[in-house]
Nanobody, 136 residues
Framework: QAHLQESGGASVQAGGSLRLSCEIS????????MGWFRQAEGKGREGVGT???????RYPASVKGRFTASKDNINHTLYLQMNNLQPEDSAMYFC??????????????????????????????WGEGTQVTVSS
């Protein structure tokens, strides 16, 4: 069974940076979509980045230019570099593994053409999350 484990969450001041890690200890299909999501207390889940098997990465406007997803194929680890963090970035951050089609659908979500609730089932494996807190 697939297993994902996030780490790297911390408390930082506004303007600071963090790098989240997502360790993958499972078989990964040749074609896949890895997603980064966050959920603030009392709010719905939000997608903040996706990357596919070819390294194609996409982001919503809210984090584009500040967040960068990358992967280390040797160590089976994904990363989310987050720069210029703001208080509104405070949330629990999750990584998730989904079908390759999920990355295409996520682009429509970033363009606000579909709801995230309709895409979530495409991501079958989720980590437990890591907390990011940004103070002003």
């Amino acid at each position: 069974q697939a297993h994902l484990q996030e780490s790297g969450g911390a408390s930082v001041q506004a303007g600071g940076s963090l790098r989240l890690s997502c360790e993958i200890s499972t078989y990964i299909p040749s074609r896949y979509c890895m997603g980064w999501f966050r959920q603030a207390e009392g709010k719905g889940r939000e997608g903040v980045g996706t990357s596919d098997q070819d390294g194609d990465t996409r982001y919503p406007a809210s984090v584009k230019g500040r967040f960068t997803a990358s992967k280390d194929n040797i160590n089976h680890t994904l990363y989310l570099q987050m720069n210029n963090l703001q208080p509104e970035d405070s949330a629990m951050y999750f990584c998730a593994l989904g079908s390759s089609a999920a990355c295409i659908t996520m682009q429509r979500y970033y363009a606000r053409r579909v709801r995230l609730e309709d895409i979530i089932p495409s991501f079958g494996v989720w980590g437990e999350g890591t907390q990011v807190t940004v103070s002003s």
